[in-house]
């Protein structure tokens, strides 16, 4: 395979593509912002969560190993911005009459189901909670005050965003804008627009997560977590962090400041965000009806890997607009695939076409082109030139980042009777009773699946 070809990612950072150089060689560091488990992913927030596994599996494509951190925030994150409001968890507590751990459970373990059935393997992945790592957080906060960074009002303890002058280089925020268009009502006792909670005390409300610090008792503001977690589990410096876009003007360049105030190191080296699923102009959003879940697409008979295609037609960086009609084409096409991929005999020598495997290097290391990758799929399935195994084998090994399962069948919705009719149709062709083969194949058609045969036995898809 053709290896050692450069790798290229755009950098909100530098807002340019640049050469990727890992710190370590050979191995990449990367933090994923994950989800606020207060209510069930959607899928504009699950494409967050396919581009970082996409990443992950170009570079172990490119043989790289890759050590990866998705948060689980299970406290902290309030509703508004300007670090006042109810907070998340304990609203999502409320409203389902449940302890804040019970619905943080339940909710990261929905997330979790959603990432298996978009074949994201949580194994290779470590989850850490937010909880687990007040310490670490208080830690951080300490050392930021030690050094000067930090002041107290009198509901909590904040950063001060004009000791660290960088702050807002992460997609050049207009700061003097933000002060301008500041609205009344904020917290007056914030000494700049920008400054934001690294501690909040609980002032007398109780609430049902709450720690002592030496600050007294209180919960972390929803930035430190980041910053405390990702310096534990992939120390102070590390090669990637991603995000949705709105984490940049806000949340990102808070972790930024806090950790380079903190650890007195650079913090990342590449910044990667990514664009929006969109419902016509809007993006999904938990907060509006156009939250669409991963199994409201089972509902209508999408599996979600054919969302999984749908998501790889676009740039990671580029909004897509969600819309049934375009899920039902990727549906086709992902099934063809498939199809296509459970249909063909292997053979036992490897093709020597090296030629579709460097293209597609090059589109993948072109900062994930997955748009072109896709379209040479559909290039590669039509060249005459090539034997169908050829084929076959190929798109397996493009599979490897795809992450499409493309090798595997539809068994998940396949009823135990129809099951039983394929395995005594595979008897009567081990015995070759053709007519009684005959007979079942068409039993199980009329069922509402396509039969396929295969030196491995008789395969079967939905029709
Ligand atoms: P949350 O659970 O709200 O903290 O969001 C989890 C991730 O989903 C974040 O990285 C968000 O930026 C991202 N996200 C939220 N809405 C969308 C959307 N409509 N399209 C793509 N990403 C999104
Ligand atoms: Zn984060």
New binding site residues.
């Given amino acids: 395979m053709a290896l050692n070809m450069d790798i290229y990612l755009h950098n909100t950072l530098t807002g340019e593509k640049e050469k990727f150089t890992p710190i370590t060689d050979g191995h990449v560091s990367m933090y994923?912002?994950?989800?606020?488990?207060y209510n069930y992913?959607?899928i504009?927030?699950l494409?967050?969560y396919v581009f970082a596994d996409t990443l992950r599996r170009m570079f172990e494509w490119n043989n790289f190993t890759v050590k990866q951190v998705i948060n689980i925030?299970d406290v902290g994150?309030l509703v508004s911005d300007n670090d006042d409001g109810e907070d998340k968890i304990e609203k999502g507590a409320q409203r389902e009459g449940k302890t804040a751990q019970e619905i943080s459970e339940f909710y990261t373990q929905a997330f979790f189901t959603d990432l298996d059935q978009l074949n994201i393997a949580k194994e290779n992945i470590s989850f850490p909670r937010a909880t687990n790592y007040i310490d670490e957080q208080i830690a951080m906060i300490s050392e930021l005050e030690r050094d000067g960074y930090t002041y107290n009002t009198h509901d909590g303890v904040y950063f001060d965003t004009t000791k660290y002058p960088q702050y807002g280089l992460l997609g050049h925020i207009n700061l003097a804008g933000l002060e301008e268009g500041a609205r009344i009502g904020v917290n007056n006792e914030k000494k700049h627009l920008t400054d934001f909670a690294l501690w909040k005390f609980s002032r007398g409300e109780k609430r049902e997560q709450e720690w002592n610090s030496p600050w007294g008792v209180g919960f972390p503001g929803w930035h430190i977590e980041c910053s405390a977690m990702s310096r534990k589990l992939l120390g102070k410096t590390f090669d990637i962090h991603?995000?949705?876009?709105?984490?940049i003007p806000v949340h990102h360049n808070n972790e930024i400041a806090q950790s380079v105030c903190a650890n007195h190191a650079p913090f990342v080296h590449y910044w990667m965000h990514?664009?929006?699923?969109?419902v016509g102009e809007d993006?999904?959003?938990?907060s509006s009806d156009n939250f669409i879940r991963l199994e409201t697409l089972a509902e209508h008979g999408i599996n979600p890997l054919a969302y999984r295609y749908l998501l790889l037609t676009a740039r990671y960086s580029s909004p897509l607009q969600f819309s049934w009609e375009a899920l039902e084409g990727a549906q086709t096409a992902w099934k063809r695939l498939r199809t296509f991929v459970n249909s063909t005999t292997t053979e036992s020598t490897p093709t020597k076409n090296t030629h579709y495997i460097n293209e597609f290097t090059a589109y993948i290391n072109d900062d994930l082109d997955t748009p072109k990758a896709i379209a040479l799929v559909w290039e590669i399935m039509k060249d005459s030139s090539l034997e169908e195994y050829e084929k076959k084998e190929i798109l397996l090994q493009f599979d490897r980042v795809f992450g499409l399962q493309l090798d595997h069948m539809e068994t998940f919705d396949i009823p135990e009777n129809i099951h039983k009719l394929v395995t005594e149709r595979d008897t009567a062709r081990k015995e070759k009773d053709f007519a009684k083969s005959d007979t079942l194949r068409i039993e199980i058609e009329q069922a509402g699946f396509e039969v396929t045969d295969t030196p491995e036995g008789t395969k079967i898809t939905k029709k």
């Fill in positions: 994923n912002c994950g989800p606020t488990v992913a959607h504009g927030n494409r967050s925030t994150h991603t995000g949705g876009i709105d984490h990514n664009a929006w699923l969109t993006k999904m959003s938990k």
